[in-house]
């Protein structure tokens, strides 16, 4: 929690920024992991399921968003997430 709490301070533009694509990115990718924990407990929760494959789907298409318009920014936001390519 602390480290999604760094991240937000290091790509936030301003104090209460929670709309633009850097920050939007670390918000789902928090949600994505506590639902993976979730799912590890509940296997035949298919709504969550299907909650997550939606969250990692609307990250994927940020992510190629980002990775058109910033590519810099791109390439640190997934190195510090640890994310794939």
Do not use: C, W
Not at 63 to 81: C, G, P, R, T, W
Request: charged fraction near 35%; avoid cysteine; glycine fraction near 4%.
């Amino acid at each position: 929690m602390a480290v999604i709490k760094d991240l937000l301070k290091k790509y936030q533009t301003h104090k209460d920024d929670s709309g633009s694509v850097p920050v939007q990115i670390i918000l789902l990718t928090q949600e994505i992991s506590n639902l993976v924990k979730h799912l590890k407990k509940h296997k035949k929760d298919q709504d969550s399921k299907m909650g997550l494959l939606k969250m990692v789907s609307k990250r994927r298409r940020f992510l190629n968003y980002l990775q058109k318009s910033d590519k810099a920014v791109y390439e640190k936001l997934i190195l510090d997430l640890g994310l794939r390519k």
